[in-house]
């Protein structure tokens, strides 16, 4: 199984200031057909289901604001909020959709400070 | 507009089954390219992909739960349903079910139910 690693567990970031989160999965997750790597990253407010932001590891979701953007290659990716909002309070995680099982990483915490 | 609802019991007694039901709306479940899977959430936990139904009828289930869990598909009624038996404490948790988009080995999710939780007492 594709093991998925988020750091940090939990984040405080002041209003209009970058959030930076981390996942790191077990396997290079380069999809060599399409050349893009198979990581999403969703996004889970409090009482709510979790909502597709981000997939093929940088391509934002319908609707999703362009404050949030994702990078990353290999095993490393990155998923950045460049100015941080209120409705931004969430837990983030990503998940490897290059094989199965599907694994999702811990999560990360994010809160405002 | 893509939607999932999950129904069924909110209370289970250790050791019975059981048993939920994903309506959906706005998507065919008899077309290809997707997947129809559970997700669930221990309390205060991360995701857990429980396992997923193709409109062929192929199953793929986690390794943890396999003895345990049967996912089936009613097109007919745009309903597919989780049964997981013998539950215990562990299995208290919030269910999710989800459209899962088919790439060439895995899959990710773009919409999901609101969730239902389930507990497991007597």
């Known amino acids: 199984d594709i093991v998925m690693t988020q750091s940090p567990d939990f984040l405080a970031v002041s209003l209009g200031e970058r959030a930076t989160i981390t996942c790191k999965s077990s396997?290079?997750?380069?999809?060599?057909?399409?050349?893009?790597?198979?990581l999403t990253w969703y996004q889970q407010r409090p009482g709510q289901p979790p909502k597709l932001l981000i997939y093929?590891?940088?391509t934002r979701d319908y609707g999703v604001p362009d404050r949030f953007s994702g990078s990353g290659s290999g095993t490393d990716f990155t998923l950045t909020i460049s100015s941080l909002q209120a409705e931004d309070v969430a837990v983030y995680y990503c998940q490897q959709c290059a094989n199965i099982p599907v694994t999702f990483g811990g999560g990360t915490k994010l809160e405002i400070q | 507009q893509v939607q999932l609802q999950e129904s069924g019991p909110g209370l289970v007694k250790p050791s019975q089954t059981l048993s939920l039901t994903c309506t959906v709306s706005?998507?065919?479940?008899?077309?290809?390219?997707?997947?129809w899977s559970w997700v669930r959430q221990h309390p205060g936990q991360a995701l857990e992909w429980m396992g997923h139904i193709y409109h062929t009828g192929n199953t793929y289930y986690t390794a943890s739960l396999k003895s345990r869990l049967t996912i089936s598909l009613d097109t007919s009624k745009k309903q597919f349903s989780l049964r997981l038996t013998s539950v215990a404490a562990a299995d208290t948790a919030v269910y999710y079910c989800?459209?899962?988009?088919?790439?060439?080995?895995?899959?990710?999710?773009?919409?999901w139910g609101q969730g239902a939780l389930v507990t497991v007492s007597p």
């Open positions: 706005g998507a065919s479940l008899d077309s290809g390219g997707f997947y």
């Open positions: 396997q290079n997750l380069l999809d060599t057909s399409t050349n893009s790597h198979c």
């Open positions: 989800a459209r899962a988009r088919k790439y060439f080995m895995g899959v990710d999710f773009d919409y």
């Open positions: 093929w590891g940088s």
